[in-house]
């Protein structure tokens, strides 16, 4: 083991890193006194793990009706897989084009996709993270349609230009034999027919191959004689076709909502015209035209009516309806209506194959955010419940916890209550998406991912083992009030939508205490139990946070007060705690300012709990002198003091939640104590204003440029770099000046009230001493001015020493901020039992512990053998109870860390901004280790975590970079270029976790996961499910003795006899480019020709071949036996009649 002051040299570091490394600061510890760091670069490496959610944007899929996997292509080229629950699994087409067609190559391991681009490409499935085995990008042509037959190699591929091209999936070779547009259609034609909209052969012969024209025509093609055998003309655009099994009939889908039904060998007319949604007059006149039947499956059973399942084709006068699937079965037809657009459907069947009924029993419907199954076989075509996580996006995620390791008893005590929240009336058969094999993962602890959303729910997800599974739903707007309408909308709400949205939470896994901040300025303090109960009126404490200064100029100052500082350990101020439980009576009339008021309204009605988390207390920040309230940019809560804690750019406020009272409500400047270095100096008037008559901007939000310059530890100023504050300011109120509080910046702002754009260090050239920015008097001076103050970025509750100059540990609060202080705010708690709940507690600012750069993102504390500290809480007890239960699980209380011995530091205080870390030694709070993490960037989300027994620092940075830092010695370990950050909603839900997890969302309906653990990229390929299971192809239907006698059963045609390079020639160059793809080798040797079925056949042949053998052996032994018997005969008949004449035989 090295020792942590030990630098090592790590390869292949960026230079876009840090600029320096970890420095050991006076009053280091000593070489012997040195905490053994066990963490080196090589535990760490940074992967993929697996993907959750709905895909986003689908656009194609397919469904292998043998190994039951189920395909979905996206617009943006991602290839998701889903068999049963829990097998999952995600891949990207390079180009990122849209994926307009997926095919199976059923039973076989593999699956072809065609893009956008006019790309086809071959993916063997074969292996757990599957690849392209080969791709083929056509050059002259535009790839519309795509069609491979059961158990052929040879895949048609249909083009814009009305030609059909066919590929080898073999050897992904095209074929000399082309079918041209305009050999398919009559000579007579004179307009071109467009693009191919279906491909499909005919289910009784192969070499019948029918051909659908976007125009309305269709085409027989025959492949041997290379011509058109029938041509079906109809004058309406032609969607998609279906056969029935016995190939004689066909249907085709119109733009006009019509269906038409053609038998094949009478093309003058349609056997048949229908219009299923369409009105029939009475006088015998065509319908009504409905929009267009997209798509069409035509399905049979042996027992009874075939089905007719379409898409589309609902009547014009429906303009508010929803999208709906038809199924018609006999005389009956069911619509069901879906929630969003349909964009593709597939009807699951019994067989594989085309030539057999069919037997449909499952319809699977892929909607542009949800994936519906619908049982054909029940009466009312009941849906089949999901067995994937695709509700995520049900309401836009805001916020994202990520919790691993757990205590083991959480999962099932979730699991438990939100079993009960379950839908009923889905089909009670099994999942019918059922292929595939789980992992044999070894990683087996508790994970627990949280999301908070737009519509207030909170969602808590059991992601252990690679998996991911809801296990309960908590719905915060109940608490509130709602408005029936837009005109009941309460003119208070500071949000235009989404008020009840989810902001930040806070979440103690082992006290199941759970707080919640909404974008209404709200907190929710939410207890958990297992019974049931009515809460008569739900408590509620209003907490008024106004403004730290008057503004000279300010139009209304709002008769703002300084609360005085509290002494320390004495019981605060009368103003601080003096706030009404129940909402007040403010002045909301149109004559005066809002004062007073609350955002939201509580319901005034009983409540009802049902089992799982409860409200304990809801506490509202109010509307101040026309003021609407700031929004909480920080939160925590500490069950073992029964704190809640929360702050904005206002200041900070502390509520005891079970006496219910407001403990302490300050602004931010007043933590500093008096003779703190830091201190922030009144803002002097501003300068006059230019003629024009517009404000400059760009100082009056900042402080004197000797602000904040001096160090904790040593009297002697150090050069602040005011001109980059400034600038950051100014960024910031040009963010705010265009902000209207819409639902994307209240869903935004949750983790990005700080800076998120490419910062102002990469801008040189915006000096923030011109002058030139302006903006009009219109816009708000205080609401840009607050924007631009110290707002509390974190808290973290700890037992520490508050003060340099105590021994013993003392409950407390790291308060961190966005101008990069850390402040100590001490407690004094009463005793257990009833003393806690009649007592006050104490609470002392004791001013600055340290500054860092950039806003303060993540704090913890180490004790001195670098283990971590975490923060005390209480055993979880039910609070509905007996009184004895609860006593037996509230003594157990973690033991309080050891006091120190004079002059010696015994504690390590670990904290990160967006631009640097430092390690403070306690109490004498001096920096002893410090690292600037980034320069050009800055830190979007920073975590102090434990992976192999030992702590960490790790954080994503807004150029992408993903670093992690040694603990206490700041070493970098890992630094990874891992994604250029795209969009806010990656910023906003980066988290880091225990053992090496790390997830975001990567789209709003789609969480990746990540982890950073060596072990864990090493043991990846056994914890990933498979989707190929080794399955017995279904035997082909059996063809009966009339059809064999008079030819009436499938007729077979080989392919390769027609389409190969010895008949067909080969195909023109400039036309498509072979690619091989990444997989080759790999697929190769893994799957070899298998992936086509060439290994399995070539086995299959091998054994037939053997057993003809055998018979041939057989047969031979015998016609031995036979001949020699024959010549034994012939031997004793030559004997007898040897000496014989001819006359005497």
């Not at 000797?706 to 109120?733: A, L």
Request: charged letters at 20%.
């Amino acid at each position: 083991m090295k020792k942590f002051n030990i630098r090592k040299v790590l390869d292949g570091l960026t230079a876009t890193s840090s600029s320096s490394s970890a420095a050991a600061q006076p009053g280091a510890p000593r070489e012997n006194d040195a905490v053994q760091e066990t963490l080196q670069s090589e535990h760490f490496q940074l992967c993929k793990t697996v993907r959750h959610g709905f895909p986003y944007q689908p656009s194609s899929m397919a469904f292998d009706p043998v190994q039951k996997i189920l395909a979905v292509g996206t617009q943006t080229g991602a290839l998701r897989l889903f068999g049963r629950a829990g097998v999952e699994c995600y891949c990207q087409h390079e180009s990122g084009a849209a994926v307009i067609q997926l095919q199976f190559l059923i039973n076989e391991g593999a699956l072809v996709s065609a893009l956008a681009d006019d790309s086809i490409h071959l993916w063997n499935l074969r292996q757990k993270i599957p690849a392209i085995l080969h791709s083929l990008k056509f050059n002259r042509e535009r790839i519309t349609y795509c069609h491979l037959p059961f158990q052929s190699k040879w895949l048609y591929i249909g083009t814009e230009r009305g030609n059909i091209h066919i590929v080898n999936v073999e050897s992904f070779t095209l074929s000399g034999y082309v079918i041209m547009w305009n050999k398919a259609i009559e000579l007579s034609t004179k307009t071109h027919p467009g693009p191919v909209v279906h491909i499909s052969d005919n289910p009784m012969d192969e070499g019948k191959l029918l051909i659908g024209f976007e125009c309305g025509v269709v085409v027989l093609w025959d492949l041997k004689s290379k011509k058109a055998d029938y041509r079906y003309n109809y004058d309406e655009a032609i969607h998609s076709v279906a056969w029935h099994h016995e190939g004689k009939q066909f249907v085709c889908s119109h733009s006009d909502g019509t269906l038409t039904t053609w038998n094949v060998r009478a093309p003058a007319k349609p056997a048949q015209i229908i219009t299923p949604h369409g009105k029939q007059p009475k006088d015998g006149k065509k319908p009504e035209p409905c929009k267009p039947i997209l798509k069409v499956e035509y399905k049979t059973t042996r027992a009874g009516d075939p089905f007719m399942v379409l898409s589309g084709g609902l009547s014009y006068d429906t303009l508010g309806r929803r999208a709906c699937l038809t199924v018609m079965h006999g005389k009956s037809t069911a619509v069901l209506e879906m929630d969003y657009p349909i964009v593709d459907f597939l009807t699951l069947c019994e067989t594989p194959y085309p030539n057999d009924f069919q037997e449909p029993y499952a319809v699977v419907v892929l909607l542009e955010k949800d994936l519906v199954v619908i049982d054909l076989g029940q009466i009312g075509y009941p849906i089949f419940e999901t067995p994937y996580p695709l509700t995520i996006h049900e309401s836009p995620v805001t916020c994202c916890e990520y919790f691993a390791d757990c205590p083991a008893e959480l999962i099932p005590a979730l699991y438990s209550i939100g079993s009960r929240q379950k839908r009923q009336g889905y089909s009670k058969k099994e999942w019918p998406i059922s292929g595939g094999n789980w992992g044999q993962g070894t990683q087996s602890y508790p994970e627990i991912i949280i999301t908070g959303h737009a519509d207030g729910s909170i969602k808590f997800w059991d992601a252990s083992a690679l998996m991911l599974q809801v296990l309960y739903k908590l719905k915060t707007a109940k608490v509130f009030e709602r408005a029936r309408s837009k005109e009941e909308k309460p003119s208070t709400d500071i949000v235009e939508e989404d008020p009840f949205a989810i902001q930040t939470l806070s979440w103690c896994p082992e006290s199941r205490m759970l707080c919640v901040a909404g974008v209404s300025a709200h907190v929710i303090v939410y207890r958990f139990s297992k019974q049931e109960i009515t809460t008569e009126v739900v408590q509620l404490l209003e907490v008024r946070m106004q403004s730290e200064f008057s503004e000279v100029d300010s139009p209304d100052p709002g008769g703002e007060q300084t609360p005085t500082l509290p002494t320390p350990g004495a019981p605060p101020s009368p103003q601080e705690t003096e706030v009404p439980t129940q909402p007040s009576t403010g002045n909301s009339s149109s004559d005066g300012p809002r004062d007073n008021i609350p955002c939201l309204q509580v319901r005034s009605s009983p409540l009802k709990q049902s089992p799982g988390y409860q409200v304990e207390l809801v506490i509202q920040l109010v509307w101040v002198s026309g003021e609407p309230p700031q929004q909480i940019t920080s939160l925590a809560i500490n069950s073992s003091y029964g704190l809640v804690v929360f702050g904005n750019s206002n200041g900070l406020a502390v509520v005891d939640y079970l006496q219910k009272t407001l403990l302490l409500n300050m602004g931010t400047s007043e933590l500093y104590s008096p003779s703190d270095p830091y201190q922030r100096q009144p803002r002097s008037p501003r300068k006059a204003r230019q003629p024009s008559g517009a404000l400059c901007d760009s100082n009056d939000g900042s402080n004197t440029s000797e602000d904040r310059c001096k160090s904790p530890t040593s009297g002697s100023t150090s050069p602040c770099n005011s001109d980059d504050e400034r600038k950051q300011k100014f960024i910031e109120k040009v963010k705010f000046k265009s902000r209207r509080f819409s639902k994307t910046v209240a869903n935004d702002f949750a983790k990005m009230s700080r800076k998120i754009s490419s910062t102002s260090e990469q801008k040189p050239d915006l000096d923030a001493k011109d002058n030139s920015f302006t903006r009009s008097r219109s816009s708000s001076v205080t609401s840009i001015e607050r924007e631009s103050r110290e707002a509390i970025s974190s808290f973290h509750f700890c037992e520490s020493y508050p003060r340099k100059t105590d021994s013993v540990v003392g409950p407390g609060v790291l308060v961190g901020t966005t101008q990069g202080s850390v402040m100590m705010v001490a407690l004094s708690l009463p005793p257990g039992g009833d003393q806690r709940q009649q007592q006050p507690v104490g609470i002392s600012s004791c001013g600055t512990l340290v500054r860092l750069k950039g806003g303060i993102l993540t704090m913890a504390m180490l004790d001195s053998t670098g283990t971590l500290l975490p923060p005390s809480y209480e055993p979880w007890y039910d609070p509905n109870a007996s009184d004895e239960e609860k006593e037996k699980s509230r003594r157990r209380r973690p033991a309080s860390p050891p006091s120190s011995q004079e002059g010696q530091d015994s504690q390590f205080a670990v904290l990160c901004s967006e631009k640097q870390a430092k390690v403070v030694a306690m109490p004498s709070q001096t920096c002893i280790y410090k690292h600037n993490i980034t320069e050009t960037s800055f830190v979007l989300r920073a975590d102090v975590v434990q992976m192999a027994g030992a702590n960490f620092i790790a954080c994503f940075c807004a150029n992408g970079h993903i670093m992690t830092l040694s603990l206490p010695s700041l070493r970098p370990l890992l630094d990874v270029n891992y994604l250029p950050l795209t969009d806010m909603r990656i910023a906003r839900t980066f988290c880091f976790s225990n053992l090496g997890q790390a997830l975001y969302l990567t789209s709003p309906t789609e969480i990746q996961r990540i982890t950073y653990s060596q072990e864990t990229c090493d043991n990846l390929q056994e914890m990933l499910s498979e989707l190929f299971t080794p399955v017995e192809t279904p035997e082909a239907p059996n063809r009966g003795f009339f059809k064999g006698l008079f030819g009436g059963g499938a007729q077979s045609l080989d392919r390769e006899d027609l389409f190969g390079e010895t008949t067909a020639g080969k195909a023109s160059r400039s036309l498509a480019q072979h690619i091989p793809g990444p997989g080759s080798m790999e697929g190769m040797k893994g799957a070899a020709s298998g992936v086509v079925g060439e290994l399995a056949r070539a086995r299959v042949a091998l054994d037939e071949r053997g057993q003809k053998l055998g018979e041939l052996e057989e047969r031979t032994a015998a016609m031995m036996a036979s001949a020699e018997s024959f010549s034994k005969h012939a031997h004793d008949m030559m004997l007898k009649y040897k000496d014989k004449k001819w006359y005497q035989l």
